[in-house]
């Protein structure tokens, strides 16, 4: 059974939001419990990222959303081969002018080769990290990369429910990691 590790962003994901709806539906997931969403530390996080990871267990397929990317991947690098795959949704960028000043710590971090399939998704309209953005963390990550086209920041604003479309691309990412092992 595949347990999927969920990484939301700053404030977490409420229950309109499409990470939350898949927590519903997936057989078994894990989602990270900082000690605060709306004040995030880096060493918390990690250490919130590093129990959620024990508990999912190496194999685990993590779906991770704005500025949860970024910690993920400071994580992941800190902790190598601990995922099977990953789907970064939305990454926030923490250079951009909308990112939350609560979150500074979170800059300049997370920047590596990851070593594990992973998929990045940008939207074209992102207020919080253009698709530029984006796909230059895919190919820092090596990672692949696609638009969702203009979805803003790919959350519960944007109106996608379940967001299946989200849905089909984690399972192709996740075949493909198979396929590959």
Same mark, same amino acid.
């Given at each position: 059974?595949t347990?999927?590790?969920i ?9 309109r939001?499409w990470?939350?709806?898949?927590? @519903?539906?997936?057989?078994r997931?894990?989602r990270?419990a900082?000690?605060s ?8 996080w990690?250490? $919130?990222?590093?129990r ?11 779906? *991770? ?12 690098? @800190?902790?190598?081969? @601990?995922a099977? *795959?990953?789907?970064?949704? *939305?990454? $926030?960028?923490p250079?951009?002018d909308r ?9 300049g971090?997370?920047a ?5 399939p992973?998929?990045?998704v940008g939207?074209e309209n992102?207020p919080?990290?253009t698709?530029?953005?984006s796909a230059?963390? $895919?190919r ?10 203009a979805?803003g920041?790919i959350?519960a ?17 996740? $075949?493909?990691?198979?396929a590959a092992?």
């Amino acid at each position: 059974m595949t347990t999927h590790l969920i990484v939301p962003g700053i404030y977490d994901s409420g229950p309109r939001h499409w990470q939350t709806h898949w927590e @519903r539906q997936l057989e078994r997931a894990v989602r990270i419990a900082p000690s605060s969403w709306d004040e995030p530390r880096l060493v918390d996080w990690i250490a $919130a990222i590093d129990r959620a990871s024990a508990e999912a267990g190496p194999e685990a397929v993590v779906v *991770a959303h704005s500025m949860g990317c970024i910690a993920f991947a400071e994580w992941l690098l @800190r902790n190598p081969g @601990r995922a099977s *795959a990953v789907l970064f949704v *939305a990454p $926030a960028d923490p250079e951009g002018d909308r990112y939350p000043e609560a979150a500074h710590e979170f800059a300049g971090i997370g920047a590596g080769e990851l070593g594990v399939p992973a998929l990045v998704v940008g939207s074209e309209n992102d207020p919080f990290g253009t698709r530029e953005f984006s796909a230059a963390l $895919a190919r820092t990550w090596g990672a692949a990369f696609v638009s969702a086209g203009a979805l803003g920041h790919i959350n519960a604003d944007s109106g996608l429910g379940a967001w299946p479309e989200g849905r089909d691309l984690l399972d192709g990412l996740v $075949a493909g990691a198979r396929a590959a092992a």
